[in-house]
């Protein structure tokens, strides 16, 4: 009650301090600032600022890591990891559902504080981005019809193959068949391409191992199976935030080392993936022969 009364009036009296100045102006020179200013300021201090709540990019077409429930909210694994690590670090985070296309765009231009999205830390990609400490193990895995005599992954060399554009599964089929084969169909998300897969346009679809293993269980009707090949390379997904953000990456390493500290995401992990992880943290390093 009384801060406006002395708001004001500091405000007066900065403002008569200003007048003084400004009539000394002429004659001394750069006076140090007003004495008046220095109390407006740390009156007003104590009015807790609004917690900044960070703005978290995501391609909700990928469950179970990302997707929208019926109600049109964001859910998933990614999405329980993040809010617990951010629960866990005492920050606020918001979800916004990003085309995967424009995601890595977004964060560069801060349109985005840190995405996740089943983001596989590159090489390439950390070139351009930061990514926090890795919190899945995946690989990619082939999809094909339920009769189809695809046996490995290169059998699929002369074939039609389905990808989601700038994926990892992208890069591995333009790596076998080429970067520029027509013969690659590139799709805005991986449902779509695995839609084609059921309607026949495609013979095969390559896209990371969890994905396929939910689409194909969830699709009973749509008769495919899956193949994996021990020559795929075992991929890890982080959070990304823009190249240079220590501060928010320090808080998300801590909020997840946390969670994997008090069995929080093991919880997590066995809600969407029935059991709870290998231990690859302790073993030397993932079993994919090769
Ligand atoms: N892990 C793959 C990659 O990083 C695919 C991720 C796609 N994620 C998504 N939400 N659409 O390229």
Request: hydrophobic share 40%; with cysteine.
């Amino acid at each position: 009650m009384t801060s406006l009364t002395t708001r004001r009036f500091l405000q007066l009296a900065a403002l008569s301090a200003a007048g003084l100045l400004l009539a000394a102006c002429g004659k001394k020179e750069e006076p140090t600032p007003a004495p008046a200013a220095a109390p407006v300021a740390s009156a007003a201090a104590p009015a807790p600022a609004p917690a900044k709540v960070y703005n978290v990019g995501t391609d909700a077409a990928y469950a179970p890591f990302e997707s929208q429930n019926e109600k049109g909210e964001i859910v998933g694994f990614d999405i329980d990891v993040v809010k617990a690590a951010a629960a866990k670090a005492g920050i606020e985070v918001k979800f916004t559902n990003t085309p995967w296309e424009g995601i890595f765009n977004a964060l560069g231009q801060g349109d985005r504080d840190l995405l996740v999205s089943a983001i596989t830390i590159t090489d390439e990609r950390k070139q351009t981005m930061d990514f926090s400490t890795p919190y899945f193990d995946a690989v990619q895995l082939i999809a094909v019809k339920d009769g189809s005599k695809i046996a490995k992954f290169a059998d699929l060399k002369k074939l039609k193959v389905g990808v989601q554009t700038g994926t990892t599964g992208d890069e591995a089929v333009s790596k076998l068949l080429g970067k520029t084969n027509t013969n690659i169909k590139r799709f805005e998300s991986t449902p779509l391409a695995l839609k084609e897969l059921e309607a026949g346009g495609v013979d095969a679809v390559v896209a990371d191992n969890g994905v396929v293993i939910h689409y194909v269980a969830n699709n009973p009707g749509g008769k495919f199976k899956t193949v994996s090949d021990a020559e795929f390379v075992p991929e890890q997904y982080g959070i990304a935030v823009k190249k240079g953000n220590t501060e928010l990456l320090e808080k998300l390493n801590k909020g997840l080392a946390d969670l994997k500290a008090d069995g929080s995401y093991d919880k997590i992990y066995a809600q969407y993936f029935g059991a709870a992880p290998a231990k690859a943290a302790e073993a030397p390093a993932p079993a994919a022969s090769k």
